[in-house]
T-cell receptor
Framework: NAGVTQTPKFQVLKTGQSMTLQCAQD?????MYWYRQDPGMGLRLIYY???????DKGEVPNGYNVSRLNKREFSLRLESAAPSQTSVYFC???????????FGAGTRLSVL | EDQVTQSPEALRLQEGESSSLNCSYT??????LFWYRQDPGKGPEFLFT???AGEEKEKERLKATLTKKESFLHITAPKPEDSATYLC?????????????FGEGTQLTVNP
């Protein structure tokens, strides 16, 4: 039972570099989410996709873009990484019916 | 704006010493309140959903309760394996796409 799979698990970038975080779920869920988690800040929503073909901004979308590639996959792109984007990034998915979100193991990103 | 405040930030217990974690929330109509457990280096894991004041749910040594302004996570006779960060989140009635607002969490340590 894979659930929600995130790649990579760890990444170090230099300021100004770009990268894409990948997320895939095998639970046939409609909704997918990207969060960042910082000490003392809790989990903050970056972007979400309520269903295939739609994406919406969350609480902290600046500096990020997303793509809902298909029902399974939802990617997060940093076009020009900044040290303030150093964080742990979590992807989650939910059916929508019971609103329970299931999380991946996270990507630990450092921007130097 | 939806707000979730968890207290205490950290709690140390001896094995067998029961206690409670608090989650105070402000939301424009509650659709659901969620409790998650997060182990170090992992993504949050779903524990409970509560929908209306007076509702209670139990799982092993954990019991979650809900009032109109707060939720408690009661831990009875905890064991070292209960050590984790416990996260509370709310979903507002007007929220689209199952969006959740998370608190910062309570870090629980249970000493043997």
């Amino acid at each position: 039972n894979a659930g929600v799979t995130q790649t990579p698990k760890f990444q170090v970038l230099k300021t100004g570099q770009s990268m894409t975080l990948q997320c895939a779920q095998d639970m046939n869920h409609n909704s997918m989410y990207w969060y960042r988690q910082d000490p003392g800040m809790g989990l903050r929503l970056i972007y979400y996709s309520a269903s295939e073909g739609t994406t919406d901004k969350g609480e902290v979308p600046n500096g990020y873009n997303v793509s809902r590639l298909n029902k399974r996959e939802f990617s997060l792109r940093l076009e020009s990484a900044a040290p303030s984007q150093t964080s742990v990034y979590f992807c989650a998915s939910s059916r929508g019916a019971d609103n329970i979100q299931y999380f991946g193991a996270g990507t630990r990103l450092s921007v130097l | 704006e939806d707000q979730v405040t968890q207290s205490p930030e950290a709690l140390r217990l001896q094995e067998g010493e029961s206690s409670s974690l608090n989650c105070s929330y402000t939301v424009s109509g509650l659709r659901g309140l969620f409790w998650y457990r997060q182990d170090p280096g992992k993504g949050p894991e779903f524990l409970f959903t509560l929908y209306s004041a007076g509702e209670e749910k139990e799982k092993e040594r954990l019991k979650a309760t809900l009032t109109k302004k707060e939720s408690f996570l009661h831990i009875t006779a905890p064991k070292p394996e209960d050590s984790a960060t416990y996260l509370c989140a709310v979903q507002a009635e007007e929220t689209s796409g199952s969006r959740l607002t998370f608190g910062e969490g309570t870090q629980l340590t249970v000493n043997p």
